[in-house]
Each structure stands twice: as C-alpha cells, then as structure tokens.
C-alpha cells in the first residue's frame, strides 16, 4: 500500500501567550496573523506553498529543548539576530559545519529555532 499524499500545512507552537508569540513570528517573517479559534492564533502563509506558524495557548512553562523547529532563510544574519534580540529572543549557539553556517536562537518564549544565512 502507498501512502497516501500528504504536506505539513501548520506548524504549531505551544505557548503561554499566543498573541504576543504571533506578534513576534508574524513581523519576524513579514506575515499578518490570519485569524483565531479558542486557544490559537494563525499566522498567514508567506506563499502559497510555505509552511504557517500557528500558536496555542498552553498552561505549563517550556521546559526542555524543542523536538522541532523551524529554521528561518535569512538574507542578513547579523541584522536577523539584532531584531531578535531586541524584541525579546535570545541568541544560543552559532554552527558551522564543513562550512553551512546557522545561527540557534530562541523566541521571547524560549522556543528554539535556527537562523539560516543566504549561502
């Protein structure tokens, strides 16, 4: 039997504050929140083919590392990470290997996700 054909249409982040989260994605990526439901906020998708960001609102605290993640292209690295940081995120660990280079960060949330220059 084949599998049957199948995309990833969100990918959603659990969060204490879906709005603000939202806030923070939806200018990071250049993206207009799309609409809510109960706990949730859904970003618009920068193409017709992209994956979207949504984001629920959950009661615990993040703990541990995320299981996934999204990794974002970036044009400029530096300035990527200077807006990151000035809207709450946090820089975790540069990487290089055999000469890809990403830059970990986190969200105001503490969810991870990879910043990934034009190469």
């Known amino acids: 039997?084949?599998?049957p054909t199948a995309k990833v249409w969100y990918l959603t982040i659990d969060c204490n504050d879906p709005e603000g989260l939202a806030a923070f994605w939806g200018e990071l990526l250049g993206v207009e929140v799309r609409g809510t439901m109960e706990n949730f906020v859904f970003l618009s998708r920068p193409s017709?083919?992209?994956v979207a960001l949504a984001f629920q609102k959950v009661p615990e605290?993040?703990?541990?590392?995320?299981?996934?993640?999204?990794?974002?292209?970036v044009e400029d690295l530096e300035a990527v990470t200077a807006w990151v940081l000035e809207h709450g995120g946090e820089r975790v660990?540069?990487?290089d290997i055999d000469g890809?280079?990403?830059r970990v960060m986190r969200d105001p949330e503490g969810?991870?996700?990879c910043v990934v220059p034009e190469q």
Not at 61 to 71: G, I, S
């Open 61 to 73: 605290e993040k703990v541990v590392k995320n299981r996934a993640h999204p990794d974002v292209h």
């Open 93 to 95: 660990a540069d990487q």
């Open 111 to 113: 969810n991870e996700f």
């Open 48 to 50: 017709e083919e992209a």
């Open 100 to 102: 890809f280079v990403w």
């Open 1 to 3: 039997m084949t599998a």
